[in-house]
């Protein structure tokens, strides 16, 4: 059937990717090229070297990007001075240089047209698109209010195309790294610390002596020097503890695995606390002098005892009292991982509840070895204008629901493009910048019904990615290492400020996003909000204000200030006020309990899979992020597809064998769009199944990607809402195997 917003296959794109030339591509591919490159033989002598901060992924390490005496760009290595690098970039750093050389890159603005074969894309003028998309915001604006008009970013795009939307005169702004990640844990950490975890994380692993880890899967989740710290801490000895279904990497450097039942980490969670309160393992001081409600919480933990989890987690008695002691012993230098990617059930705040509260318990909270008081650099904004005090927001469109919500919710927004008489806040128009949300959304059929709904989409990416499928227009960026972008801020044990600047020309005729933000507000009359002709102008302005300047950060890349607000522990006996209602860290939350919430974490039981089918959980490769590597050239060449892992004990059953493809169906009857190779593996539970989120594209466009591996998010349609805060849990999901091809099956 066709639909008013056709899935275009971006036919008319072939031509103007090519364009950019294999030959860049060859390049990075070349060894000898990269061989000459070793420090000690060339010395870097015909090199030119740009700081840079990377954007494969949000832990955002700084580096240097090499160019040669072509002014080609040869190599990214970190920047030895940054605390979130020390030096060393992961695998996907460096091979971010993939992300500039892909042949398949989007290189041309792209308008949708009504052709006679069905719809396609035409090349535009960067005026014509941006005329297109300014008179379309004029439009909903006069129609229905600038509200109507919604953005969806991920990563630095989204810094200055939320500049613009504000200035217009929107605030439904929204990042899937909210409520699709680490929503809950921030409100988890918040209704107890009174501030939430942030990123980096204030994690002292460094110093730490014991690391416990809820399904956080660290080493496969490449956060750089959480990584390095982790892999020092067990040099010096400290005792690391992985709850998993599955032998992750972490599971396998720890000295105690356990292999818990999907979905019940509450209970365990909440029979360590019965553990430490029981056994008066907690720090006695710590709790007195910081904490409210331990009394309802010993009384609340009374009767889930290691032996009431053991039935519900399949995790021995036994090994949760020596677990919960070996945490006792290291305290207060013990972290209880608080995790990232934490929407899995719905009651995934409860959860982080829980691992805030066991933290608190063990007095790890402000101290060394557990968890630092990060700070961060405080860089003026450029001079401009209030923003307009928009008419209504994200909040009103979730008529009370999700109170907690601290940040909007891209499902919310979605929803709320979803036409019905009895909503009374709508959204019209959609920009997206930087995040794929076919392959990131749970919930295809809502995303979908969404996207028909809107009158218009525009969407800021570097790749045909399956999003720009659905676009009215599309406006290439620049990769990273073409473009200034915003000072990098972000907080860690001391403040740091990090700057991006191109090292080469952009690639065609792609622009940065800060580029196409201006002109749009140029054309919108909102000139005032951008009162430059470039980016140095406004970076200049920046750094002065703090004491440096473009030229120098241009030469160090990153650049160290001192703590303004006191040290980086507690000081023994101190007293501290915290930023909850009663000024404590709360074990019994009393603004939960103001919102009708349970005050201290209940279990509940979630559904068990059908007969013959398994849960579905999937997680991080080392070597990609997310959708967006799948198809960078160097990446590809690490990791070409996912595969599934079957516990053998499954695999008999089945008669299934490694390396054969099959083909996956979820509890609704979604059948997986390609085919996946099976792995059989002791390191995964007989209960469910493995699969590396990110492959599966179904965008033909991407010539390395295309039909590569299965896609998890196809097959997450079941979805568990938190209700505190909107996060979409999305481990809810059974699948089963299909051994022949489902198309071959339907056609005969
Ligand atoms: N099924 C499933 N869904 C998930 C997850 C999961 O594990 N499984 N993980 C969740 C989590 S933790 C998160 S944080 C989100 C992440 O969600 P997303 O950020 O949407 O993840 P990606 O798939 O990497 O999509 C990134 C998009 O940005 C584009 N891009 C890359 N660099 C640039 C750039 O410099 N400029 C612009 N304009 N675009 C760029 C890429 O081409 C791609 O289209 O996904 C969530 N959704
Ligand atoms: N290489 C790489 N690193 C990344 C990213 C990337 O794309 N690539 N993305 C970054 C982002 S944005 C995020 S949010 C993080 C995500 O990284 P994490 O927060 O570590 O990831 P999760 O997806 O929550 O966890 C995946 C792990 O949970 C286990 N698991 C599944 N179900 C359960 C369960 O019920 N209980 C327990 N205890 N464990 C379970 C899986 O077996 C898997 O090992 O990674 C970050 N780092
Ligand atoms: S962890 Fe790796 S991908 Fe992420 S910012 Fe650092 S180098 Fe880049
Ligand atoms: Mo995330």
């Keep these: 059937m066709r639909t008013r917003r056709d899935f275009i296959k971006i036919s008319a794109l072939g031509t103007a990717g090519a364009a950019i030339a294999t030959s860049y591509f060859s390049l990075a591919q070349s060894p000898s090229l990269l061989d000459n490159l070793d420090q000690k033989k060339s010395g870097f002598k015909k090199f030119k070297r740009y700081p840079t901060y990377c954007e494969v992924c949000f832990w955002k390490c700084a580096g240097w990007t090499y160019t040669d005496?072509?002014?080609?760009?040869?190599?990214?290595?970190?920047?030895?001075?940054?605390?979130?690098?020390?030096g060393r970039l992961c695998p996907r750093g460096t091979g971010g240089i993939g992300m500039y050389y892909d042949n398949n890159r989007l290189t041309k603005p792209l308008i949708r047209v009504n052709g006679k074969d069905g719809q396609t894309f035409r090349e535009a003028s960067w005026d014509e698109a941006l005329n297109l998309i300014s008179s379309k915001m004029k439009e909903v604006s006069d129609k229905y209010g600038p509200e109507s008009f919604a953005l969806f970013n991920h990563g630095s795009a989204g810094h200055h195309l939320g500049h613009l939307f504000k200035a217009y005169g929107s605030t439904n702004i929204t990042a899937p790294s909210y409520a699709q990640c680490r929503g809950p844990r921030e409100v988890g950490f918040a209704t107890t610390f009174g501030g939430g975890v942030g990123s980096p994380e204030p994690t002292d692993i460094r110093d730490t002596r014991c690391l416990v880890l809820i399904g956080s899967?660290?080493?496969?989740?490449m956060h750089n020097s959480q990584v390095q710290e982790m892999s020092d801490a067990i040099d010096k000895g400290a005792t690391i503890i992985t709850v998993d279904p599955r032998l992750s990497v972490a599971a396998s450097k720890s000295k105690f695995w356990l292999p818990i039942k999907p979905?019940?980490?509450?209970?365990?969670?909440?029979?360590?606390?019965?553990?430490?309160?029981?056994?008066?393992?907690?720090?006695?001081?710590?709790?007195?002098?910081?904490?409210?409600?331990?009394?309802?919480?010993?009384?609340?933990?009374?009767?889930?005892?290691?032996?009431?989890?053991y039935g519900i987690t399949t995790i021995k008695p036994d090994l949760i009292r020596k677990t919960a002691r070996e945490m006792a012993d290291a305290s207060p230098?013990?972290?209880?991982?608080?995790?990232?990617?934490?929407t899995w059930y719905g009651d995934d705040t409860q959860r982080s509840r829980a691992m805030a509260i066991l933290n608190a318990l063990l007095g790890s909270w402000g101290r060394r070895g557990g968890f630092y008081f990060k700070e961060s650099a405080s860089v003026p904004h450029f001079p401009h204008p209030h923003?307009?005090?928009?008419?209504?927001?994200?909040?009103?469109?979730?008529?009370?629901?999700?109170?907690l919500a601290g940040l909007a919710i891209s499902n919310g927004l979605i929803?709320?493009?979803?036409?019905?008489?009895?909503?009374?806040h709508q959204i019209k128009a959609w920009m997206v910048a930087g995040t794929n949300l076919p392959l990131t959304m749970p919930q295809k059929e809502t995303l979908q019904k969404a996207m028909q709904a809107v009158e218009f989409i525009a969407v800021v990416d570097t790749m045909p990615m399956e999003i720009t499928g659905y676009a009215d227009v599309i406006l290439p960026e620049c990769t990273y290492l073409e473009r200034y972008d915003d000072i990098r801020t972000s907080p860690n044990r001391e403040p740091y400020i990090a700057l991006r600047m191109p090292a080469a020309e952009p690639v065609g005729d792609t622009k940065p996003a800060w580029w196409m933000a201006k002109q749009l507000g140029d054309r919108l009359g909102l000139n005032e909000y951008f009162a430059y002709e470039n980016f140095e102008e406004v970076l200049d302005w920046q750094l002065n204000q703090v004491g440096s300047s473009?030229?120098?950060?241009?030469?160090?890349?990153?650049?160290?200030?001192?703590?303004?607000?006191?040290?980086?522990?507690?000081?023994?006996?101190?007293?501290?006020e915290f930023n909850t209602n009663t000024g404590k860290i709360e074990l019994y939350s009393t603004e939960l309990a103001a919102k009708g919430f349970d005050p201290m974490p209940v279990f509940t039981k979630h559904p068990e899979p059908p007969p013959y089918f398994y849960r579905l959980i999937y997680g991080r490769a080392p070597m990609h992020t997310f959708s967006r590597t799948s198809n960078n050239p160097n990446l590809h060449d690490l990791k070409k597809e996912n595969d599934i892992w079957i516990n053998p004990k499954v695999a008999q059953l089945w008669g299934l064998k490694k390396d054969q493809y099959i083909w996956l169906k979820n509890q609704d009857g979604v059948v997986s769009k390609f085919p996946i190779k099976v792995r059989v593996t002791e390191r995964i539970r007989w209960d469910s199944i493995y699969m590396v989120h990110g492959f599966g594209h179904s965008d033909k466009l991407l010539s390395r990607a295309y039909g590569k591996g299965a896609s998890d998010s196809d097959l997450i349609t079941n979805v568990k809402v938190d209700p505190i805060m909107g996060g979409t849990g999305m481990r809810g999901n059974f699948v089963t195997f299909l051994t022949e091809d489902p198309e071959k099956e339907a056609n005969s």
């Design 415 to 424: 929803d709320a493009s979803i036409p019905a008489p009895e909503k009374k």
């Design 69 to 86: 005496e072509n002014d080609k760009i040869v190599k990214i290595i970190g920047n030895e001075n940054d605390p979130h690098c020390n």
């Design 333 to 342: 230098s013990v972290i209880i991982h608080p995790g990232r990617h934490v």
């Design 387 to 403: 923003y307009p005090k928009p008419k209504w927001s994200w909040r009103d469109t979730l008529d009370g629901k999700y109170p």
């Design 550 to 576: 473009l030229e120098e950060m241009q030469k160090i890349g990153v650049k160290k200030f001192n703590r303004q607000f006191g040290p980086l522990y507690m000081t023994e006996g101190e007293d501290m």
């Design 263 to 309: 979905s019940t980490d509450l209970a365990l969670l909440l029979a360590w606390i019965n553990v430490i309160i029981n056994e008066k393992l907690y720090d006695r001081d710590y709790v007195e002098r910081h904490t409210y409600g331990f009394d309802q919480l010993s009384k609340h933990v009374e009767h889930m005892t290691p032996e009431w989890a």
């Design 217 to 221: 899967h660290l080493g496969e989740n």
